[in-house]
């Protein structure tokens, strides 16, 4: 029986180390320059990869955006639970603690290096379905969290019975990431503050 075709395991965690490497190299990028202004050769070379390697990991361009996002989103989601989901906190300071932290990330400017999804919302949508799928997925995943914690926060009496909160959610998410993009279009925080302020009324902080 042939088994030279068949990896190792030592050859199968080398592989899955380089595809790491070229999405976590490729995120740190495209923060910076963007998706489309972005080569493949770029992309390798900082990741010390040969060039011939890409299509051994990634079918195309648009696939390597695809899998960057959903390990985007991953990464994002594990982070989020712990702030979201954390049960020793009252439902309604678990949301305001979430988006605190958005909001001190983007004036400590760490939303530069964290904020793909802002990032990269406006410019794929228009240019690749798959990747515009992958930011409805991710995207959706968050405004889902938000909503089952609204649904706590509304048994508490903060929200009213009447608020559908799965809507809520949709809206709360929308103003964060319209003013992420208006904090960095104006170059200050007022947009977040103002965010802030609006998401503590509707939350009757």
Same mark, same amino acid.
């Given at each position: 029986?042939?088994?030279?075709? !068949?990896?190792?395991?030592?050859?199968?965690?080398?592989?899955?180390?380089?595809?790491?490497?070229?999405?976590?190299?490729?995120?740190?990028?495209?923060? /910076?320059? /963007?998706?489309?202004?972005?080569?493949?050769?770029?992309?390798?070379?900082?990741?010390?990869?040969?060039? /011939?390697?890409?299509?051994?990991?990634?079918?195309?361009?648009?696939?390597?955006?695809?899998?960057?996002?959903? %390990?985007?989103?991953?990464?994002?989601? !594990?982070?989020?639970?712990? !702030?979201?989901?954390?049960?020793?906190?009252?439902?309604?300071? %678990?949301?305001?603690?979430?988006?605190?932290?958005?909001?001190?990330?983007?004036?400590?400017?760490?939303?530069?290096?964290?904020?793909?999804?802002?990032?990269?919302?406006?410019?794929?949508?228009?240019?690749?379905?798959?990747?515009?799928?992958?930011?409805?997925?991710?995207?959706?995943?968050?405004?889902?969290?938000?909503?089952?914690?609204?649904?706590?926060?509304?048994?508490?009496?903060?929200?009213?019975?009447?608020?559908?909160?799965?809507?809520?959610?949709?809206?709360?998410?929308?103003?964060?990431? /319209?003013?992420?993009?208006?904090?960095?279009?104006?170059?200050?925080?007022?947009?977040?503050?103002?965010?802030?302020?609006?998401?503590?009324?509707?939350?009757?902080?």
């Amino acid at each position: 029986m042939q088994t030279s075709s !068949i990896p190792s395991s030592h050859q199968q965690s080398a592989q899955q180390d380089t595809r790491e490497r070229i999405l976590s190299t490729g995120q740190a990028l495209i923060l /910076g320059k /963007g998706f489309s202004a972005l080569g493949l050769s770029e992309i390798l070379s900082a990741a010390a990869v040969p060039k /011939g390697s890409f299509y051994h990991y990634f079918q195309s361009k648009e696939g390597f955006g695809v899998a960057m996002l959903e %390990r985007y989103f991953a990464d994002y989601q !594990i982070r989020t639970n712990q !702030i979201l989901l954390n049960e020793a906190v009252p439902a309604r300071e %678990r949301l305001i603690n979430y988006f605190a932290v958005w909001q001190q990330q983007a004036e400590s400017s760490a939303c530069h290096k964290l904020c793909l999804a802002v990032k990269l919302a406006a410019e794929v949508s228009d240019l690749s379905e798959a990747m515009r799928l992958a930011l409805t997925a991710g995207m959706q995943g968050i405004t889902q969290k938000i909503a089952v914690v609204l649904q706590e926060v509304q048994r508490d009496g903060h929200v009213s019975a009447e608020v559908n909160t799965a809507e809520l959610a949709e809206f709360l998410y929308a103003t964060w990431v /319209g003013a992420s993009l208006l904090s960095k279009v104006h170059l200050q925080m007022r947009p977040m503050e103002v965010a802030m302020q609006q998401t503590k009324k509707i939350l009757g902080v």
